[in-house]
């Protein structure tokens, strides 16, 4: 950090200096001071593209979607081939229910490269767990995900991915198969423990399921969404 703001003071009209202190602050989540190091840098450089995109995952990275979507296409807007800031900006239209404008994007980052698993293992992911979601949709990104799994086989995340899919679409049986097989591979991963867990809920396996629940207390006690089903599951018992 000091060597950057040195840097900054020795050639204050030298982008460098900027970028390393930014991703500093950025890197150890002192987001305040990365956006007040990046305020300054957009002034001075309006041109450079990067600075806006550090901007925005400040932003994102605080929860303040909106203001991160708006830095982001400020980015794109200076470079607009720019896949990671698309990539950015699908997961965060996603995440405000703005599902047409994400779906958008991520048919255009699949455009660019059909085989790229992260894109497509983020997009079936994210369409699995929209509230609602129709059958046809979800049997798009069961089509996405077995995809990438022809692809990448073994990856913990990828097989919870397609494990959630047959979940939502009520075939808890292959759901259970992939996502025991992701567990086995990342034993301690939240997301893929309450996964089983909410499996052996529907197929009314409850000490299974309780057992999984009780699993992420360990690491995270503070879940109050897993706290609640395992209140319930207690209630049943």
Not at 94 to 115: A, G
Request: aromatic fraction near 12%.
């Amino acid at each position: 950090i000091r060597l950057s703001q040195d840097a900054i003071q020795k050639f204050p009209f030298d982008p460098i200096g900027y970028e390393s202190l930014a991703l500093s602050y950025l890197d150890t989540a002192k987001y305040i001071k990365a956006i007040e190091v990046l305020n300054n840098a957009v002034n001075i450089f309006p041109e450079e593209y990067y600075f806006f995109y550090y901007l925005g995952l400040c932003y994102r990275n605080s929860s303040k979607n909106q203001e991160a979507i708006n830095y982001f296409l400020k980015a794109l807007k200076i470079n607009p081939e720019l896949k990671n800031v698309m990539h950015e900006l699908a997961k965060l239209y996603n995440l405000e229910s703005r599902y047409e404008i994400s779906d958008s994007l991520f048919t255009i980052l699949l455009e660019k490269d059909v085989n790229d698993t992260m894109i497509m293992n983020d997009y079936a992911y994210l369409i699995a767990d929209r509230e609602n979601v129709g059958d046809q949709k979800l049997n798009f990104a069961l089509k996405l995900s077995k995809n990438v799994i022809n692809i990448v086989p073994d990856s913990p995340e990828y097989l919870d991915t397609i494990g959630w899919i047959y979940y939502k679409l009520g075939k808890y049986k292959i759901a259970l198969d992939y996502l025991l097989k992701s567990q086995s591979l990342d034993k301690q991963n939240s997301v893929i423990l309450e996964h089983v867990g909410d499996v052996y809920l529907k197929l009314e396996k409850y000490e299974k399921a309780l057992k999984m629940y009780n699993k992420i207390m360990i690491n995270n006690p503070n879940n109050i969404k897993v706290i609640e089903k395992i209140n319930s599951l207690n209630e049943k018992q």
